[in-house]
């Protein structure tokens, strides 16, 4: 349908003021000539200056003969949101026939039912003028993609609300855009992963990567083989009802559902329930902490190969998509080379390391998976020649494997650079494109190989009331990284577009503000919260692997209820501060200045807010943190004032930030550039 | 095992502040002698001063055999909650057999595993010292309601945690302690039930009452007659095994699940599917308002019975329960009126009117549940003497009707003084008892007769994301009226022992704390809500059925996201500022002129915080009433301040509290009493 869409770059370009941008005004849309669209579309039309206001008579007509069940749905969900946004009480609570109503504000049409499937048109046309809006597509998963786009123009003037008049075509970049969640290291309820299908919807992603088995957890019951529910989940797994739900609603979202088992390494789990799958003869119990571990699964034993098939001729028919994850990573084979038999059998069929016997154990289980007409893919270490090319390889190592996989006539994804549970800042997970940078290796015809991307939640850290703070907004920003043109490249542009998209995920159920206070209620014991919300926007949670040192110091039901889970990577007030800091180094002037002033005295006053709180548990090491940053707000304070400072107050200032730098509780100081890049310019008097 | 408990009142006695009770400082529990147990147990023993201090090393043995699953889910949330709101890394994740773990600080024992029926064994011992905490009970149920009792009593001394030296012995007064969710008018999806059905095990509750079909939807899938999924639940509805793990979930915590259907009126939903059922020949559609309406089942109609066999037999088995509801309300028969055949059928008969043609539709139902071992409750209406003495009426009329059924020799529990949808004072609820006032007009044995009673949460005008707030924390005074001694009847001692454990309900994800943000953030298109948050704590929603007048102002896809719905009974400000204007009215203390005049001057500051908003469409109506109070405010500081006013502002001062008294956007004033109490002793100058 629209085969031939120009990518083409939005005229505008803007010099935005970065707190503005990053406090956000209230609703931006009102504010800005920008259009608030994450991802961008492929291309954008201003028509004229129209406007079509919505009121209580806003209604939609399907112009098809019948509507599908997604278009029932998706249309149904609009006009709740649009209800709920804006207060209006719109009185035709459903999309009509076009028999049924004519004349609707909104008339929507599509072709046929889109299929769950690899390059499957999600395609669309969207076009307002002041009395109507057409939204057109071939596949009703179109439609649902323009659904979002229409909810993320909707603009408000005053009390009022309209759609602004324009012509949009859009289709996405790369066919793979996808979200793994580790429900293994920490399960969560059916719920908790609908509220994330919403929100993957609402940036048009349309993969959901379920790592259903690890060390920690086999989180799905196999009723022929029911130990695993029994002995290797704490209770705590899904029903086969429940996969069937959670597949059905993403469906509904036009979302694909892959599963994936961790096999023959991560697997714990599975030797708790069935120990007579090991390499070694032990005793297994469920893991609790973090890391790579031992446990394998035998590949020379036959009852491995009887369980697997146990395991995948059950979960097959729960997941329709054609694409079936094996894992595979981080096998490191100690007990693989501890086990006499196997190693004899690696002597004996000329198998000559541990890399080639697992290369025989996936195509052992290739071999299940094309039985049942699935097409197996796995983390970059399953790559070997004999696999057929129509496997996908999931790259978490780097490009360079990526590109070794798409150069050998694989398909392949890129998960390395979009580890949101690593907590790095938006920025680096934007400005990484699985294409690479523009010197990139491949030719065109290799490049096709490369299918996307998947932003990885890996769950060691994170629990059911902390999750959409660490996969939202983050993953907005891969969204768009896969959606649109490789050139929409501008991250304050884009973080810009998103505030307001990021806000109104609250409309789904995302906890990722509300929660926030529920922790900090929890951590003062239910005192004023004010003071450690202003210190919450100056700290980050520990980065990389630096939080949970070696894997033990948490074990999977440890509390995840102290102040580092409150905070997140961005912190907005570190963001501000350390930009401000930066201009006033080049260019002096008197504005950043002030702005400097004005979040040094902050700081100085929340201590003192701080300090007259009850003192709880886990606001104890934090009270040192607020303390020190107060003092030395204070010393910057006075050289930036009097512009001079004693030599005394220099080395208290040096010996300040030197405590500052180090990690408290878990967290580290964001502002902490800042403050160094002032104190950095001090004279001394 | 229990069988002599005493009743003993607590010797300690109040006298609190209101605002320091009902602000609530930092864990009251860690500031008063009080303890903090919500229902108040039948006998408290304060043997001394030890405690029991909680580390890392914290366990907890079993001293039976083998764990019941109950008691491994109950002492799992424990370990889980317990670490989570102290921030304490409790190394054991998990309760022991003994044989595994001698010497843990906690040691369980228990008879056998509950039953899931009435008058079960719930009693339960808990004694505490400085080196052992030993919890026994008849059954497991018991030891389900004893650790709440334990995490109640949780102290924090400082940054330590401990549980004081004490012996409980308790067991409730009622043995039916229902909370009623009605899924019909709006539906609310399994993780809603689950995280409620925690709330009711928190607070000792032992029913849910599952109101699953009204005019507005049929809410659980009959996979012999489809219609009503496909045509009469607008896709929202309960599949089986969803019924199924709501049941499991609520039966982990000791708590009984009743389904009702109501018929046969409430039952335009059936029509909707099946309207061969009807007592009218008409196009039925699901009902989208609120209110009494005609459609009813066809008494005299075979088919009737054979769908009604259909749905009972279905969903018999997924509710283990004795008792099954089938409501019975408000039938006006006007179809039957209409109908010729019907009125034909009753005079042939000698069916004399309406209520007895009822009471033969009944009795058909009857011997259906009976087929099952079924006993039958209904609402008031249902009472005929034709019906056997095990069905229960459940009163919603008047505490007469629940009286003229207990001495009929009807079993019976009340609801009427439960209703907390009508948004009433959680006082209101407390002070209702089931067995009246001291003047009962009952034998002892007649009252017998009255099991308890129950919570209704009718949902016309509450959805997912209010349904918390409406329900929490006033139904947790309903479960202590049915749990505790009648004799606990100290309003605001009740008060000061729930504020921790209703803020303590957030560890359950229960939101009625946190959506009352997020909710404000979306009126105010996500700008700063501080002034909201202040205007919210003097607005009430209409009371009873002011709101939503004649069922018809909201449809039920109305959109729920207003101020309104952001506001909630007992509005904290409102409550603590008529007290004060009580008090200085009687005392002219100047404390208490103070107190007022902190809060004049709030108003006030409020109203220019607010008038700085940007303005959005669901903003819009409030801005006259902030600016309102703050003119009222200001005259009467003027007049508190130099005790005198002019007869032009007296005059203005009426106008201003004439204007107030009304309704604005379905909320009121909460602080209006107060208001007018001081207006009423201005001196004119």
Redo the contacts between chains.
């Keep these: 349908m629209h085969t031939n869409i120009k990518k083409k770059f939005p005229l505008w370009s803007i010099q935005l003021q970065l707190m503005l941008l990053l406090v956000?005004?209230?609703?931006a849309q009102?504010n800005s000539g920008i259009l608030n669209l994450v991802p961008w579309p492929q291309e954008v039309r201003t028509k004229n200056q129209g406007r079509l206001y919505v009121d209580e008579n806003f209604t939609i007509q399907l112009q098809n003969q019948v509507m599908s069940p997604r278009i029932?749905?998706a249309t149904?969900k609009f006009?709740?949101r649009l209800?709920?946004?804006?207060?209006?009480?719109i009185?035709n609570?459903f999309a009509q026939l076009a028999t049924t109503l004519p004349n609707a504000q909104m008339e929507i049409n599509y072709d046929r039912q889109g299929r769950l499937e690899l390059f499957e048109d999600e395609s669309y046309t969207l076009e307002i003028n002041s009395q109507k809006i057409r939204l057109e597509a071939s596949t009703d998963i179109g439609i649902v993609r323009g659904i979002e786009t229409l909810l993320q123009l909707l603009h408000?003037e005053?009390?009022?609300?309209y759609f602004p008049s324009h012509q949009i075509e859009d289709a996405p970049r790369f066919p793979w855009r996808g979200l793994m969640i580790d429900v293994s290291r920490h399960f969560y309820?059916?719920?908790v992963l609908?509220r994330n299908l919403d929100a993957m919807a609402a940036f048009k992603m349309n993969v959901f990567h379920w790592h259903l088995t690890d060390d920690q957890g086999f989180r799905v019951d196999i009723h022929s083989r029911p130990k695993f529910r029994e002995l290797a989940s704490?209770?705590q797994y899904y029903?086969q009802?429940?996969i069937r739900?959670v597949v059905a609603y993403a469906s509904d979202l036009g979302i694909r559902v892959v599963p994936e088992i961790d096999i023959p390494g991560h697997a714990t789990s599975w030797l708790v329930a069935y120990p007579e799958m090991a390499s070694k003869d032990t005793i297994y119990t469920l893991e609790?902490f973090a890391g790579i571990f031992d446990p394998t699964l035998n590949p020379i034993k036959p009852i491995t190969y009887e369980i697997l098939k146990d395991v995948i001729d059950e979960l097959v028919p729960l997941f329709p998509d054609k694409y079936f994850h094996i894992g595979g990573d981080e096998n490191e084979g100690k007990h693989w080379n501890e086990n006499k038999e196997i190693q004899r059998f690696m002597k004996k069929n000329n198998i000559k390391d541990n890399h080639e016997m697992q290369a025989y154990f996936n195509l052992k289980v290739l071999k299940m998976l094309q039985n049942h007409n699935k097409i197996m893919m796995g983390w970059d270490e399953i790559m070997v020649p004999s696999l057929p090319k129509d496997v996908v390889i999931h790259s978490w190592r780097g490009i360079e494997n990526m590109e070794k996989a798409a150069q050998s006539g694989y398909k392949t994804i890129l998960s390395k650079g979009y580890y949101i549970d690593l907590m790095h800042s938006m920025q680096k997970h934007y400005q990484n494109d699985p294409m690479g940078d523009k010197h990139s290796v491949l030719s065109e015809e290799e490049k096709k190989n490369i299918l996307g991307g998947e932003a990885t939640m890996w769950s060691e850290l994170v629990t059911p009331q902390t999750i959409d703070s660490r996969i939202w907004p983050r993953t907005a920003a891969i969204a768009e990284r896969l959606w649109s043109a490789k050139e929409i490249d501008d991250y304050l542009n884009m973080r810009h577009r998103l505030e307001?998209n990021n806000?109104y995920l609250?409309?789904l159920g995302i906890?990722h503000?509300?929660?926030r206070?529920?922790i900090l209620?929890?951590?003062?014991?239910?005192?004023d919260i004010t003071s450690l919300i202003t210190l919450s926007k100056v700290c980050e949670p520990l980065k990389a692997y630096t939080r949970n040192k070696g894997g033990i110091e948490?074990?999977s039901?440890?509390?995840f209820?102290?102040f580092v889970d409150a905070c997140n990577v961005d912190a907005i007030d570190a963001i501000g501060f350390n930009t401000a800091a930066k201009a006033y180094s080049k260019s002096k002037k008197d504005t950043d200045k002030q702005k400097l002033l004005q979040y040094l005295q902050l700081w100085q006053e929340n201590n003192l807010r701080m300090q007259q709180?009850?003192?709880?548990?886990?606001?104890?090491p934090l009270l040192p943190l607020s303390a020190n940053l107060a003092k030395t707000a204070l010393l910057l304070q006075k050289q930036l004032q009097n512009n001079t400072i004693s030599n005394k107050e220099k080395k208290d200032l040096q010996q300040l930030l030197q405590t500052l730098k180090m990690a408290v509780d878990d967290i580290e100081l964001a502002c902490l550039p800042g403050l160094e890049m002032l104190a950095n310019q001090l004279k001394t008097n």
């Design positions: 956000g005004s209230a609703n009102s029932k749905l149904t006009l709740r209800a709920g946004r804006t207060g209006i009480f009185d609570g408000r005053e009390d009022r609300f309820p059916v719920q609908k704490d209770g029903t009802e429940q739900e609790r307001p806000q609250e409309e906890t503000i509300r929660n206070d529920v209620r929890n951590v003062t014991a239910y005192q948490y074990k039901f440890s509390p209820a102290r709180l009850e003192v709880t548990n886990m606001l104890k």
